[in-house]
């Protein structure tokens, strides 16, 4: 703002006392200070109030409005309280270095003068804000990017001092203010997140507000610029789990609603980008859908060979050689309203197609929670066909040798990644499983891996949970074999070998159950178990004694602990 324009207010009582000739100057703060050297605190551009209180005697303000001009302060501001009149050797001095001197009237408060010139400036710096914003809107809908989503972060943090990040669904840190304070932490990542999807599932407009600590952050949704238009009219579930977010470090309970109209559009902005990088994925979608159509029409290895070579320089430019390839399948599935999720009963949501809801959330889940960017998203080709994501991940040749598997993906990495944000985004009625295969190194196992990492997402369906995954290590055991086991199938097995100890346990709280699963952890050694429980061997050799004959069965025979075994694990 202008120091013309404060001079013009009348309730903020201000009289020109000297700088006819300097009220054009901007004025781009305000600083209240009795200090005799307060240059530290400035930066240049400010209004400077003072209560006087540094002059002892009139050789104190030459060298305080030195110091000032040497700052680059606009303007001094003196208040009349303390002294009445204000002295003339400051007048002399700022005349001599056309410094502009204003009198506050004594009926006049510092902080009136300070709330009048930050809302002031504020407005006007969200003013030529939005007009960068809409010149760089411009530019990225008519051209390439103008420099992505950090470019604008930047520009919200230098002209409204408002530090902002982008995230994805998952809580992955997209885009952040380059050099403005520590990255914000994973964690704090994810709880956004989280909260973030919970808020959207409930159709509350956005911002959302967060409190962390002593922390607020501002949630705005980023929905993607292409549908945008018609978004009122879909149902939220098609979009919440792939839509970006732009977390904002501030309160935006209290802002006026030009402030909140331009963060608004920074998100139209934003969204402008995204929709430009899912552009950028179709043809790794569509690579993949490729591969993934003649895998499942059986067609002859040599063909899916050649599909591949096509695909693993787009993959992965300047490998070299053939990669290793991991299969992981991803399934989105919605109940009705009213219908727990992972209910028998359940009623599966209608008109909702769970394939390509799943496909872009793969995409996301599959970048490497620490890294930050877009870039790392173009190594992942992910098809979908039915209700199912299907993604095919490259891997360098060493991930998949014995004892180089680390760059391989372990679904166990997967769900401890995602768990809480998507949780929260899956609340209520929603559910994600995944499963992922061993590494293959030729097209003869990738049918095999498909078939697998579908088996491994079976097995993570029939567990508790609303994100659950599982993986190609867990199809040699027994669990590979329960989740195919028919409900009553399952309700009679294990109610004939465990209800008797449940009935007798709620009698006599003899706590038979507990004792029977840490009987058959210590592989039935009676001394460990006893330790375990903190019981004496003839006190656990009493209650072991006590199943036996409720159920019939005999803990020392193989048959019998196995069966006692599949009952826990089933119920």
């Known amino acids: 703002m202008r120091l013309r324009a404060l001079l013009d207010t009348d309730a903020l009582g201000l009289r020109l006392l000297g700088g006819e000739d300097e009220l054009d100057r901007t004025v781009r703060g305000v600083m209240t200070t009795d200090l005799r050297d307060p ?12 209560g006087l209180a540094w002059r002892h005697d ?124 520590p990255a914000l932490p994973a964690e704090l ?80 902005l934003i969204a402008v980008e995204r929709d430009r990088r899912d552009a950028a994925r179709s043809v790794r979608r569509r690579l993949a859908q490729e591969v993934l159509e003649l895998v499942q029409a059986g067609a002859a290895p040599a063909e899916i060979a050649a599909r591949l070579r096509v695909a693993a320089p787009v993959l992965l430019p300047g490998l070299g050689a053939a990669p290793h390839w991991q299969v992981v399948v991803a399934r989105v599935e919605w109940e009705e309203q009213g219908s727990a999720a992972g209910d028998a009963g359940g009623r599966r949501a209608e008109g909702i197609g769970t394939g390509p809801v799943a496909q872009p959330l793969l995409e996301e889940i599959l970048v490497d929670p620490l890294a930050t960017g877009p870039e790392q998203s173009d190594r992942i080709a992910v098809a979908h066909t039915g209700d199912e994501a299907i993604a095919l991940v490259p891997l360098p040749a060493v991930a998949a040798e014995p004892g180089g598997s680390a760059s391989g993906i372990h679904a166990d990495t997967l769900l401890a990644a995602v768990r809480e944000p998507l949780s929260a985004g899956l609340d209520g009625d929603g559910r994600l499983t995944l499963g992922v295969s061993a590494a293959v190194h030729s097209a003869e196992g990738l049918r095999g891996a498909l078939e697998e990492a579908r088996h491994a997402r079976r097995v993570a369906a029939a567990r508790p949970g609303r994100v ?97 075994f599949l009952a826990l694990r089933m119920s």
């Not at 009219?233 to 970006?244: G, H, P, Q």
């Not at 609603?257 to 139209?268: F, I, K, N, S």
Request: glycine letters at 10%.
């Open 39 to 50: 240059s530290r605190y400035l930066s240049g551009g400010e209004l400077v109030l003072t």
């Open 58 to 181: 009139a050789a104190d303000s030459e060298p305080f409005v030195r110091i000032l001009v040497g700052a680059g302060v606009t303007a001094l501001a003196a208040g009349e309280a303390e002294l009445g009149d204000i002295p003339e050797d400051l007048v002399v001095a700022c005349a001599r270095h056309r410094l502009p001197l204003l009198a506050v009237n004594e009926s006049v408060a510092f902080a009136t003068i300070t709330e009048h010139v930050v809302r002031q400036v504020s407005g006007e710096r969200a003013g030529d804000l939005a007009a960068v914003v809409d010149r760089h809107r411009r530019m990225m809908t008519s051209g390439p990017a103008g420099g992505g989503p950090d470019v604008v972060l930047d520009l919200l943090g230098s002209d409204l001092d408002l530090r902002a990040w982008v995230l994805s669904p998952v809580g992955r840190l997209v885009a952040g203010p380059r050099g403005a304070g």
């Open 189 to 268: 990542c994810a709880r956004l997140a989280g909260e973030h999807l919970a808020a959207a599932r409930t159709g509350r407009r956005g911002p959302h507000r967060v409190g962390v600590g002593t922390t607020t952050y501002s949630l705005f949704p980023i929905g993607g610029a292409g549908r945008s238009g018609n978004a009122a009219a879909r149902d939220a579930r098609e979009t919440v789990l792939s839509d970006w977010l732009l977390a904002v470090e501030a309160d935006a309970g209290d802002w006026p609603a030009e402030r909140l109209d331009l963060l608004h559009g920074v998100t139209q």
């Open 468 to 564: 659950c995954a599982a993986g190609h290590q867990e199809l040699a055991s027994h669990v590979l074999l329960l989740p195919f086991v028919p409900d009553d199938v399952r309700r009679a097995f294990t109610a004939r070998l465990l209800d008797p100890l449940r009935d007798y346990d709620r009698r006599h709280r003899a706590e038979l159950i507990p004792t029977l699963e840490a009987f058959l952890e210590c592989d039935g050694s009676w001394t460990r178990c006893a330790a375990r429980l903190h019981l004496h061997v003839n006190t656990l050799r009493y209650r072991v004694g006590r199943i036996e004959q409720l159920t019939g069965r005999d803990l020392s025979r193989l048959e019998d602990k196995l069966d006692f």
